[in-house]
């Protein structure tokens, strides 16, 4: 593992440890994290910890053509007067994100120099957000990095209300052209989708093709 400094720059992903695990230290700034994701690199770490820099082999990954949707998500997308937006509440659903109580975790790695940064990448155009409304009402969502090269990384998503989520997740994929959606790291919640693991070197490859 390295040690970064102000200096921008990564260490070849190759080095990366085991759990994928590439750098500690450096900054979040839109420089840093532009270039740490054109290199397959996300930062993700608890707000105890310094900045941790990742790049995991396998990686998680859907191919958009191979998305699973269940037949009671079917009748949910059908029966449910939900709305679906973009880019309509970018903060609002990074927040919303970060309070999200999830199991096995005390805290949230979405600390507020996070939001800072990436609301700074949204303003710039490079993080997009996926709204769920029920009426007026946000109930779940999405946000992630969009290089403009085909790839949506997405970062975490919430839900307030039950496939709240899912329901952002799939009609935002069935209404885009993306070619793939990296979902970084292992979850049942996306392997339930169609989501499958990749060598890190395929990864890298599609993300540079």
Not at 35 to 51: N, Q, V
Not at 99 to 125: C, P, V, Y
Request: charged fraction near 20%; hydrophobic fraction near 40%.
């Amino acid at each position: 593992m390295k040690f970064l400094t102000e200096d921008l720059w990564f260490p070849d992903v190759s080095t990366a440890s085991e759990d994928g695990i590439l750098a500690i230290g450096g900054d979040l700034s839109v420089a840093r994290l532009l270039l740490a994701y054109r290199s397959g690199i996300f930062p993700w770490f608890d707000t105890d910890e310094p900045i941790l820099w990742w790049s995991p082999d396998p990686r998680f990954v859907l191919f958009p053509e191979k998305l699973k949707v269940s037949k009671s998500m079917r009748q949910t997308l059908r029966n449910k007067d939900y709305t679906v937006t973009i880019n309509k509440a970018f903060v609002e659903v990074i927040k919303a994100c970060a309070e999200a109580k999830r199991g096995g975790q005390d805290g949230t790695w979405i600390t507020d120099n996070m939001i800072t940064a990436f609301t700074e990448l949204h303003s710039l155009g490079y993080a997009k957000s996926v709204e769920v409304w029920d009426n007026e009402e946000l109930i779940g969502g999405l946000y992630g990095v969009d290089l403009g090269n085909g790839i949506f990384t997405g970062e975490s998503m919430f839900a307030k209300a039950s496939n709240a989520s899912k329901v952002g997740f799939i009609t935002f994929i069935q209404n885009t052209d993306y070619k793939l959606i990296d979902c970084q790291i292992y979850t049942n919640h996306l392997s339930s989708l169609g989501a499958e693991e990749i060598s890190r070197n395929n990864f890298l490859k599609l993300l540079h093709g």
